[in-house]
């Protein structure tokens, strides 16, 4: 038996796979025990724990421990004259219209970085040997001195030659085995200090609260005879096992939101859709990536509560447009529409925890597309009163009822939506009328026809049982391992038989890592160079095909360069004539799982929906719409309105559109002729 599970903001999904099928269960999270709230799923599911052979894991822990600051106390070692990197940071502003904007305070103060005697240049020549006969006592004075839980080594160069780094940690290990020493070199080897320093110290800050998290969680596993194995989600949408995990915790910030797209991917393939966009918009955020060919792009970008993190992360787009986003009124008058949320707890007014402010679910409660005897998540009753006192205050303050005011506030998210997918596609040289849209969470099919069209979309995929797309997604995702460097390669006559070597020495340095962890022997490689022309700062990613990768060419990556410097730029022919550079390798190695069933028919034991027609509120009017269970669509395009209802989630159907089921069990929306 093999069984996923994924917290979210607001829900623990499960995910069960085993001789007689799939099978789910949905819980409430419990934020303040993450680790309580897998183990309410696993006993919701009816699992004996002695009875699974494979778990897989995804969690917002390590995201958490960063955005509250409740990680270890750590210190920062790095080259002497570099103490203030983390202080000095890049010189941009993330909102550069606020006078009193001040960027979050780094991880490690100042106090607590301390300058090693060394210098590595950037082609890996000791310009001064470090001598730890002479400057390791010092380092393990102050450290001692200092009471700290975790050691950041992020010594300069280090990427082109670690000996510096590897021998300063192998000599505190020796001294101090109490004390957590993480490298730069072991998280990621690439340049630009900042954000290696930067990254070093997310991973080094997080590892001892997610080793923390998972050693109870193996606890609770032992304690109840399970004998299986336990993987972790990483961010870059593979996963890896959990004693894995511990070794680089960076890799874990955003585990949660790389399975749905993941469990997007596997389920929309199965109809055929290989370029999509996904759109997951659960209980507090909405997130959006643009997948090409079956691939979601992988991002070195990412940022965690403003800092850096050089690893590659699935290219996600986040913003606050969750179904517990707040609806309120700035200081200007304006109505807002997130990214405030009343949180799991406690949550939405219509949950009938205490919540008195309105909020996305309660405007779509209120507009009739949730309807009141609705059950979310097929259990949780829905207070209908409660979600409409919580509008009366500000819709008689604006003037409007409560049905004008919900639906308002509903077009507005939307509209934040639709800027953050042309963040990932029109920004990026994508025009998403190419692209299907495929929503999960709880939430997301309740917004996603408005969303295609405003994007002129005329597809829309929503996998059954959607709102548990994330933790099946842990069970559909590969094992991966990525490995990158820093060697800038220029594109002349023997570039080639370089790329070809550092290449081969970064696949065999990854598959001993897999074979280490017995990972299996059907294996697929991907390749991305980071590259530019020769003078310019920055560089793009270009991915490589299979064929270019294991034979490269220098024509062959040239021509990828300039197509991909077109696609972004429109220009790539008029530097043709320009030299071209590689800055960085990127490989990544994935074995895939076992075959993975559909979602398409589970969840529905007991569940029924009343048809007939409801009264919803939609595009400013009051309309009627046909309320039936959504497995009841077959395959006849059946125009809306219409009000869906599984067990996980509700897709709204509005007047325009039409939705048909097929033999994947997705529901497949359509735009309908004018």
């Given at each position: 038996m093999k069984v996923g599970v994924e917290i979210g903001g607001t829900f623990t999904?499960?995910?069960?796979?085993?001789?007689?099928?799939?099978?789910?269960?949905?819980?409430?999270?419990?934020?303040?025990?993450?680790?309580?709230?897998?183990?309410?799923?696993?006993?919701?599911?009816?699992?004996?724990?002695?009875?699974?052979?494979?778990?897989?894991?995804?969690?917002?822990?390590?995201t958490n421990a960063v955005l509250e600051r409740k990680g270890t106390r750590l210190a920062l070692l790095v080259t002497e004259g570099f103490r203030d990197l983390l202080e000095l940071r890049r010189q941009d502003r993330e909102r550069i219209f606020d006078i009193f904007y001040a960027k979050p305070a780094p991880l490690v103060a100042r106090r607590d970085a301390f300058e090693v005697p060394e210098r590595m240049l950037a082609d890996g020549t000791p310009e001064r040997v470090l001598e730890l006969e002479v400057a390791g006592p010092v380092i393990e004075a102050q450290l001692r001195e200092g009471g700290y839980g975790a050691v950041a080594i992020c010594l300069l160069n280090s990427f082109a030659n670690p000996a510096h780094e590897h021998g300063l940690a192998a000599w505190l290990r020796a001294r101090m085995p109490e004390l957590r020493v993480t490298c730069s070199v072991d998280v990621t080897r690439e340049f630009r200090e900042y954000e290696r320093a930067s990254t070093t110290s997310l991973s080094a800050y997080v590892q001892p609260v997610l080793d923390a998290y998972l050693t109870r969680i193996e606890a609770r596993l032992a304690e109840g005879g399970f004998s299986g194995t336990f993987s972790m989600m990483q961010s870059n949408g593979g996963r890896v096992p959990a004693a894995a995990i511990r070794l680089n915790a960076g890799s874990a910030l955003?585990?949660?939101?790389?399975?749905?797209v993941t469990g997007a991917i596997r389920q929309a393939g199965l109809s055929g859709f290989r370029d999509i966009v996904t759109l997951d918009i659960g209980g507090t955020s909405a997130d959006v990536c643009l997948i090409?060919?079956?691939?979601?792009?992988?991002?070195?970008?990412?940022?965690?509560?403003?800092?850096?993190?050089?690893?590659?992360?699935?290219?996600?787009?986040?913003?606050?447009?969750?179904?517990?986003?707040?609806?309120?009124?700035?200081?200007?008058?304006?109505?807002?529409?997130?990214?405030?949320?009343?949180?799991?707890?406690?949550?939405?007014?219509?949950y009938g925890r205490g919540g008195t402010q309105p909020t996305l679910t309660d405007a779509h409660l209120v507009c009739g597309r949730i309807q009141p005897d609705a059950k979310l998540a097929g259990a949780m009753p829905l207070d209908a009163a409660a979600a409409r006192a919580a509008f009366a205050p500000l819709a008689a303050e604006l003037g409007m009822s409560a049905e004008e005011l919900?639906?308002?506030?509903v077009r507005i998210a939307v509209a934040n939506i639709v800027s953050a997918i042309r963040l990932v596609s029109t920004r990026r040289g994508r025009d998403p009328r190419d692209y299907a849209l495929v929503p999960y969470g709880g939430a997301g099919p309740l917004h996603a026809?408005?969303?295609?069209?405003?994007?002129?979309?005329?597809t829309v995929v929503v996998p059954p049982n959607a709102g548990v797309i994330s933790a099946y997604g842990l069970l559909a995702a590969d094992h991966s391992l990525h490995?990158?460097?820093?060697?800038?390669?220029?594109?002349?006559?023997?570039?080639?038989?370089?790329?070809?070597?550092?290449?081969?020495?970064?696949?065999?340095?990854?598959?001993?890592?897999?074979?280490?962890?017995?990972?299996?022997?059907?294996?697929?490689?991907?390749?991305?160079?980071?590259?530019?022309?020769?003078?310019?700062?920055f560089e793009i990613p270009v991915p490589l095909t299979p064929?270019?990768?294991?034979?490269?060419?220098?024509?062959?990556?040239?021509?990828a360069f300039e197509e991909a410097y077109g696609r972004i730029y429109r220009h790539g022919a008029v530097m043709a004539g320009r030299m071209a550079e590689i800055v960085s390798y990127r490989v990544g190695l994935h074995v895939p799982p076992e075959a993975v069933p559909s979602l398409a028919g589970i969840g529905g034991d007991g569940f029924s929906v009343p048809e007939g027609a409801v009264e919803v509120y939609d595009e400013g009017r009051p309309q009627r719409a046909f309320r039936m269970a959504r497995s009841a669509v077959g395959g006849v395009p059946r125009p809306g309105p219409l009000v869906l209802e599984d067990v996980t989630a509700t897709t709204f159907v509005p007047s325009g559109?039409?939705?048909?089921?097929?033999?994947?069990?997705?529901?497949i929306l359509r735009k309908a002729a004018p």
């Open positions: 999904d499960l995910v069960r796979i085993d001789a007689r099928g799939l099978s789910i269960a949905k819980v409430p999270s419990t934020p303040a025990q993450p680790d309580t709230g897998v183990f309410h799923a696993i006993e919701a599911g009816g699992i004996s724990l002695a009875d699974m052979t494979e778990l897989a894991h995804g969690s917002t822990v390590a955003l585990s949660g939101p790389a399975a749905g090409q060919d079956g691939r979601p792009e992988l991002t070195r970008e990412a940022k965690v509560d403003t800092l850096p993190v050089l690893m590659p992360m699935v290219d996600i787009t986040t913003i606050g447009a969750g179904g517990g986003s707040l609806i309120w009124r700035d200081e200007g008058g304006l109505l807002r529409a997130g990214p405030r949320s009343a949180g799991a707890v406690p949550g939405p007014a219509c919900a639906d308002s506030a026809a408005a969303v295609a069209e405003a994007l002129a979309m005329d490995d990158s460097l820093t060697r800038r390669t220029r594109l002349d006559e023997g570039a080639a038989e370089s790329v070809s070597l550092t290449l081969a020495t970064m696949r065999d340095g990854l598959a001993a890592r897999a074979d280490g962890m017995e990972l299996g022997p059907d294996r697929r490689w991907d390749v991305t160079l980071e590259m530019r022309f020769v003078g310019q700062a064929a270019l990768a294991e034979a490269p060419t220098v024509e062959g990556l040239r021509t559109w039409t939705a048909t089921s097929d033999e994947a069990g997705n529901l």
